[in-house]
């Protein structure tokens, strides 16, 4: 499976961004998803995370009523809806197949796409 992150852009605070993560690959459906951060000098940390049939999530707490993670199977993509956006938001997001949650195998990874948000 090949992951692509796309959407990411420069947004004031408050507004909203939706970034994408195109798969290729057959296998798409049968993984967990989900989405991690990197801002400078941090350490990646685990965003959001979506299951095989998009029918559970799971989300960090400081994103918890702001993010939804969601999937289209038929698309082979996974989406990452934003809003409220703050400035602590600001990283390069990152897309992976294999978990859903903070801890787990993690197969595969996108290669990132920047969210810069301004205050």
């Known amino acids: 499976v090949q992951l692509q992150a796309s959407g990411g852009g420069l947004v004031q605070a408050g507004g909203s961004l939706r970034l994408s993560c195109a798969a290729s690959?057959?296998?798409?459906?049968?993984?967990?998803m989900g989405w991690f951060r990197q801002a400078p000098g941090k350490e990646r940390e685990f965003v959001a995370g979506?299951?095989?049939?998009?029918?559970?999530?799971y989300y960090k707490e400081f994103v918890k009523g702001r993010f939804t993670i969601s999937r289209d199977n038929a698309k082979n993509t996974v989406y990452l809806q934003m809003n409220t956006l703050k400035p602590e938001d600001t990283a390069v997001y990152y897309c992976?197949?294999?978990?859903?949650?903070?801890?787990?195998?993690?197969?595969?990874w996108g290669q990132g796409t920047q969210v810069t948000v301004s205050s």
């Open positions: 992976e197949a294999g978990s859903m949650y903070p801890r787990g195998t993690y197969s595969y």
């Open positions: 690959g057959r296998d798409f459906s049968s993984y967990a």
């Open positions: 979506i299951n095989w049939s998009g029918s559970s999530t």
